[in-house]
């Protein structure tokens, strides 16, 4: 099992809502930081959010700022992803990931093996 799980993908139409949920099996993960990146067909992974340990600092991608969420639960050892007014460039596989460093990371040393989101126009 992997140390990082994804749900919450699925098919929404335009200005739809999704949430993702990232979980995290082991306790070491919440001095971690965390974020999202996502996979668009036929492109490289992008990182459209991220979150430090204590769920104090967040950072989003220009493309996202407004209509995504991250938040944390260390204590459920989840991490979130709100999806508002959803776009069909929105669609793409998104990624829950986590890196040693406790604060916003460049570099992320865990993956999960993400989840399918997919928005109709």
């Known amino acids: 099992q992997g140390q990082l799980a994804e749900s919450g993908g699925g098919s929404v139409q335009a200005g739809g809502s999704l949430r993702l949920s990232c979980a995290y099996s082991?306790?070491?993960?919440?001095?971690?930081?965390m974020a999202w990146f996502r996979q668009l067909p036929g492109q490289g992974r992008e990182r459209v959010a991220a979150?430090?340990?204590?769920?104090?600092?967040?950072m989003y991608a220009d493309s996202v700022q407004g209509r995504l969420t991250i938040s944390r639960d260390n204590a459920q050892r989840t991490v979130l992803l709100e999806m508002n007014s959803l776009k069909p460039e929105d669609t793409a596989i998104y990624y829950c990931t986590a890196s040693t460093y406790g604060g916003i990371s460049t570099q992320y040393d865990y993956w999960g093996t993400g989840t399918q989101v997919t928005v109709s126009s």
């Open positions: 082991e306790r070491r993960f919440t001095t971690y930081g």
């Open positions: 979150i430090n340990r204590w769920g104090t600092s967040t």
